[in-house]
């Protein structure tokens, strides 16, 4: 039996126990002494329902989430072959005889006598597994119901339980936000401090030799070289450098122009216009930047080249544009993030109250001055904020700089080269397969804790100062 | 000089400035509008070639013999299906053309068919079984060099040993053209098949169904937890706590962590913690619910918010409870706001990418997947696996998997903003 037949028909349960203990309810009422109820009949119906869900409910998920590894657990703990193993190789292991539980015993596939053996006891520790789980949850549906049922009387406040419970539930789904950040640090830090016990945490922020791709085994102390990862720090700082270059002045801008400049009638048609930048998917954006600014960027450096060398200007000579280029990464960067300054821009300068801008013109200023002088200045902090939103969405940016950028970590100022980034090389030491104790899958994770906290850094800074910068003018 | 000269000299200069300040914002906008342009055009330009796709037509011979079946009247459908129909077709190739001896010629002449031809073949004797012993007519599917040779993008002008097509394959779909025997069709296979090596034969049937059955999970999980998470903030929540300022500060910074972030959270968590199978439309809708509750939370507290209090003292005043205020009158009130709000983040899982590369989602899937625990992929990772394949035919239909997704885009933003313009109430 399935978790989807155990949901189904608890499904079922609950929606019978609704109409029984809702029936008893208008039973009363409708009794010869027309008894008052409390609540609503529906109340009564709730609140078989939720006894009669809720409990089995959490049994349910808490058991599928637990059963698997405590039964590989108990496996382990019956072979000695098992337990002598290291975790990576268990894990292995463990797989192998999964594939045989699921291909099936009857068939004699294996040509080791051990893995059926353990086969075997895996599929008997899941049978019981299974029986217990069944017989646990119905008989505490059941249990629920006639609990339920016994407890309803008139007088019996139906309401206002359901309804606590109900702001319970409510309040478990807010906490989600928690346990997901708390999963984030949860799912980086074990993996990060395991990573820095071996490589040291200088020797990663400094070192300037990546070369992860290096299988490092076990005891190979002296070659830590291999995780200095401050160019992948200089790459994403590069990239997010020219990004903002294009964004910050084109974003700001644009959205200065709007406010204060154009006509409502050309500003409802521009603006959203603008606004389907930001809803392009970074793929896209990432395929654009790989397969046309690219190509267009290496060309005019080649045209360069040649126009450098038809005059015999020292400039150009020597200008190599690789194909993967900082500068057309950060190009395609800076139009995505740009509708992002556009808007939050926009904002701020829209909550500018208007009798600063009177002021400034009643002195006889122009309108370019009033902006510059009046406006600009009181909404600087807002615009601050916004920039450094985009600064942690252009660092956090994962798939143009992985498909246009390049996966070369040189340490390198010339925009022109290729270069890596933070994101860059987290997908590529975790995509495809390896073991998950790897040193190098390690230090994938250590790269994804600088990424979290940078960019949590960047987030709380760029709220608090735009929410300040809100109450201000409130 | 008195001072309103010294103002006078200054005036010029201070409206040319004006003027060249409004010239700016014109010019970023316009660059803006244009880059969007661009961007939308060169991908479209790009994606026209694959929506039609080169067929030959060629006499097949159903040969018992080439197919390796025995001699007899009719064959049951298990022995046609493992049939061998490899060699159905460079047979009537051969036959068409002859004077073709050598070895290598050949082979060259074998791969003008796609080597997907033989499927096709195969769905044909299926469908009708009395084929076997006779010779038909039938369009066959050309391999991608020569599709790529009939639709222009390979010019026969540049150097034979520059180009992927010899010079004796250009004279056979010369000689094709001449018998009109080789024409340009509707590319059916893109939206009907799943994903393959050879680009004549990929299709984004499995990525579309990946995608839906990933946005399925998405849809079902945020939209019940976003919403109550947002209810509990909005109206039940104490003022000026701790813990809640904890929960509000952790919601708008979740806004703002990187996608990928929430892709190793996934790897780590669900499917090394929990066993959650990998690849699955599943695990890929979990971590796309992390990823858009911020965005759907957000955007139904300012809903919620937008309702008059009046409506809530109104009920309020006739004995309901609040929670009953909330169910019975807030909530439908707030519903348009709160869909626009989902359908926006829905967009967003949509086109996400990398959180999934990390879930394994990227790995070569050519099935279609059936169910959320099958090995799947979804549009936007289908885009990023194309655009990596280095065959010609790869770019176009990475530009028609982009079109796809960004038509699918279009229409989700476009039923958000007709629901807000339709039900938008200004109290």
């Not at chain 2, 279609?368 to 289908?382: G, K």
Request: proline share 4%.
């Amino acid at each position: 039996m399935s978790n989807l037949e155990i949901l189904l028909i608890l499904i079922i349960a609950a929606a019978i126990a609704y109409y029984a203990t809702k029936r008893q309810a208008q039973s009363w009422q409708a009794s010869r002494d027309k008894t008052k109820l409390d609540s609503l009949p529906n109340y009564y119906g709730y609140f078989g329902t939720i006894c009669t869900l809720l409990p089995a409910l959490i049994v349910l998920s808490f058991w599928s989430f637990i059963e698997g590894n405590i039964i590989s657990a108990l496996v382990v703990s019956k072979f000695e072959r098992l337990s002598a193993l290291n975790a990576s190789d268990l894990s292995l292991v463990m797989n192998e005889i999964k594939i045989i539980v699921e291909s099936g015993l009857s068939e004699k596939n294996s040509n080791d006598l051990f893995y059926e053996k353990a086969a075997v006891l895996i599929e008997r520790y899941s049978s019981v597994s299974l029986f217990l789980k069944v017989a646990s949850v119905f008989a505490l549906s059941i249990l629920g119901f006639m609990y339920a049922y016994l407890k309803i009387t008139p007088r019996f406040k139906a309401r206002k339980k359901v309804e606590k419970t109900a702001v319970y539930l409510l309040l478990l789904s807010a906490l989600v936000a928690i346990l997901t950040t708390a999963g984030i640090i949860f799912s980086v830090l074990f993996e990060s401090i395991a990573f820095f016990s071996q490589i040291s945490i200088f020797d990663f922020v400094f070192g300037t030799h990546w070369s992860p791709q290096i299988a490092i085994r076990e005891g190979q102390v002296s070659s830590t070289g291999g995780f200095g990862a401050f160019p992948l720090f200089w790459g994403t700082i590069l990239i997010s450098i020219i990004a903002m270059i294009v964004a910050a002045p084109l974003g700001l801008i644009s959205a200065i122009y709007l406010a204060e400049y154009a006509q409502p009638k050309i500003r409802n048609v521009v603006k959203p216009i603008l606004e389907i930048l930001a809803g392009v998917p970074t793929v896209v954006y990432g395929f654009f930047a790989a397969l046309t600014v690219g190509p267009m960027v290496s060309g005019f450096g080649d045209r360069l080249n040649e126009f450098g060398m038809s005059f015999e200007i020292e400039l150009f000579a020597g200008l190599v544009v690789s194909s993967e280029s900082a500068l057309a990464a950060g190009l395609v960067m800076g139009m995505m993030i740009m509708p992002f300054i556009l808007s939050l821009s926009d904002d701020v300068i829209n909550a500018v109250p208007d009798s600063l801008r009177d002021g400034s013109i009643a002195m006889g200023s122009t309108k370019s001055e009033t902006v510059w002088k009046v406006v600009f200045p009181a909404a600087l902090p807002g615009i601050v904020g916004g920039f450094l939103l985009a600064i942690s969405r252009a660092i956090g940016e994962t798939m143009i700089v992985l498909m246009a950028a390049g996966v070369a970590a040189n340490l390198t100022a010339n925009p022109l080269n290729s270069v890596t980034t933070v994101t860059t090389q987290i997908v590529v030491l975790l995509t495809g397969d390896q073991e998950f104790d790897s040193i190098k899958t390690l230090s994938a994770f250590a790269l994804a804790l600088g990424l979290f906290v940078t960019t949590l850094i960047l987030n709380i800074l760029a709220l608090q100062i735009v929410r300040r910068y809100r109450e201000q003018y409130e | 000089m008195n001072n309103l000269e010294i103002v006078k000299a200054g005036l010029n200069k201070r409206y040319a400035k004006e003027r060249r300040f409004k010239f700016y914002g014109i010019f970023s906008i316009s660059l803006s509008m244009l880059f969007l342009f661009f961007l939308l055009f060169d991908i479209g330009a790009k994606s026209i070639p694959a929506f039609t796709q080169t067929y030959i037509n060629l006499d097949i011979e159903f040969d018992k013999k080439l197919m390796k079946l025995q001699d007899q009247d009719s064959y049951s459908e298990e022995t046609l299906f493992s049939a061998s129909y490899s060699k159905l077709g460079r047979n009537a190739l051969y036959k068409l053309f002859p004077e073709v001896t050598e070895r290598k010629q050949k082979k060259a002449l074998r791969q003008m068919l796609s080597s997907g031809a033989r499927y096709d073949l195969r769905d044909a004797v299926l469908e009708n079984n009395d084929y076997v012993g006779t010779t038909q007519n039938l369009w066959v599917l050309a391999g991608d060099d020569i599709d790529a040779f009939v639709k222009g993008l390979i010019d026969r002008n540049i150097p034979e040993a520059d180009r992927r097509v010899k010079d004796y394959q250009v004279e056979w779909v010369d000689t094709l053209e001449a018998q009109n025997k080789i024409e340009r069709r509707f590319n059916i296979n893109f939206f009907t098949s799943g994903d393959s090596r050879e680009p004549e034969q990929a299709g984004i049937l499995g990525a579309l169904k990946g995608s839906f059955y990933t946005m399925l999970v998405t849809l079902l999980l945020s939209f019940p937890i976003a919403v109550s998470a947002a209810i509990y903030l909005e109206e039940f929540a104490p003022k000026n706590n701790w813990w809640i300022d904890i929960i509000e500060i952790n919601i708008n910074n979740l806004a703002a962590v990187p996608s990928i972030v929430f892709g190793i959270l996934g790897l780590a968590v669900y499917i090394n913690l929990f066993g959650v199978p990998r690849s699955a439309p599943l695990v890929g809708g979990l971590v796309l619910t992390l990823m858009t509750l911020p965005t759907i939370i957000i955007s139904t507290r300012a809903a919620l918010k937008s309702v008059p209090p009046s409506i809530r003292e109104a009920a309020l005043s006739i004995g309901a409870s609040k929670m009953q205020v909330i169910t019975h009158h807030v909530l439908p009130l707030a519903m348009p706001g709160i869909l626009t709000g989902s359908i926006i983040g829905m967009a967003q899982a949509l086109g996400e990418t990398a959180p999934l590369l990390m879930i394994g989602m990227v790995a070569f899937v050519a099935d279609i997947p059936q169910s959320i625990l099958d090995p799947a992929t979804v549009l936007p990772v289908q885009v990023f696996i194309w655009s990596d394949s280095p065959e010609r035919g790869f770019i176009a239909l990475t530009s028609a998997a982009i079109v796809t997704l960004l038509v699918f885009l279009f229409f989700m933003n476009l039923v958000a903003i007709v629901l807000r313009k339709k039900f938008e109430t200004r109290w």
